[in-house]
């Protein structure tokens, strides 16, 4: 059974559309959800959740239909986000009972107390005393301590430092190694590049590729060559080509490459994104 099965899931709003969005997530799984700003991550995250209303669709989280179990979906599942919106003033302590409260026989205290100690919490402290990293760490602290079998992650790292997110990468490695289930928001390829099992592609609202992340990265190679090379290729097998000071780049097609007159090289996450945005834009 999967985890979270979405069909058709659409939204409209007057300047943009979340188009016919359709995947699954496996149990066990870490997967990418990766887009630039802009492309509808966080709506299609909201509409699955129910914050906003889709205008067609059908969302299943462990078999059942969400319109229909809510709450009991609700209590099986972690939401955080980057710079989620705490009571600034309230300390922790209060915050904590006022989500105990909410889940009633699923708060496992003796979980939450382990996750104060685990990333340094004092409950002594309010949001606003808080880190933006710390804050991320405090809300993952409340969804596991009510036993989310699947944690739902919308660009948590957005904002934070270099040493604070691969602090937060590794907490999302172990936390997938003993058993969690991760479905993660990022512009930040970087952040999925060591962790990630699966990516899912968001270009203008619409899903552009749902694919094994290895499997995604292994379907190009990148190319760099001259302004001067470049009057003499073949460019309709380029994607996404880019002229700058120093040269030109592109990416090809893993299966293109080897009759291409020019060397390639393996893309990383990062240059398969910018180059297929560039090629959106054409």
Not at 127 to 141: C, D, F, I, N, R
Not at 152 to 180: H, Y
Not at 202 to 221: K, N, Q, T, W
């Amino acid at each position: 059974m999967d985890m979270l099965d979405v069909k058709g899931l659409s939204k409209a709003y007057p300047s943009f559309c979340l188009k016919d969005i359709t995947f699954s997530l496996r149990a066990g799984k870490i997967t990418g959800f990766i887009g630039r700003n802009g492309a509808g991550k966080t709506t299609a995250l909201k509409a699955l959740l129910g914050m906003v209303h889709p205008d067609a669709g059908q969302v299943r989280f462990f078999g059942l239909d969400f319109a229909a179990h809510q709450q009991e979906i609700k209590r099986r599942i972690g939401y955080v986000a980057g710079g989620f919106g705490f009571y600034p003033s309230k300390r922790l302590a209060a915050i904590t009972a006022a989500t105990r409260a909410f889940y009633r026989s699923h708060w496992d205290d003796g979980a939450y107390q382990r996750y104060l100690r685990r990333f340094h919490l004092s409950e002594d402290k309010t949001p606003a005393q808080l880190s933006e990293g710390m804050k991320v760490k405090y809300a993952l602290t409340l969804a596991l301590s009510h036993r989310a079998e699947l944690l739902i992650l919308d660009e948590p790292t957005s904002g934070i430092d270099p040493v604070s997110r691969e602090e937060l990468k590794d907490i999302f490695l172990a936390l997938n190694r003993e058993g969690a289930t991760i479905l993660f928001s990022t512009h930040i390829t970087s952040d999925l590049e060591d962790c990630a099992d699966r990516v899912l592609y968001l270009r203008d609202g619409a899903l552009l590729a749902d694919a094994p992340l290895r499997d995604f990265e292994g379907g190009y190679r990148a190319v760099s060559f001259t302004a001067e090379q470049l009057r003499r290729l073949d460019t309709s097998r380029l994607i996404g080509l880019r002229q700058g000071k120093e040269g030109c780049a592109a990416l090809l097609k893993t299966e293109d490459a080897a009759a291409f007159p020019l060397p390639s090289v393996p893309a990383s996450l990062e240059t398969i994104m910018i180059h297929l945005e560039k090629e959106g834009e054409a």
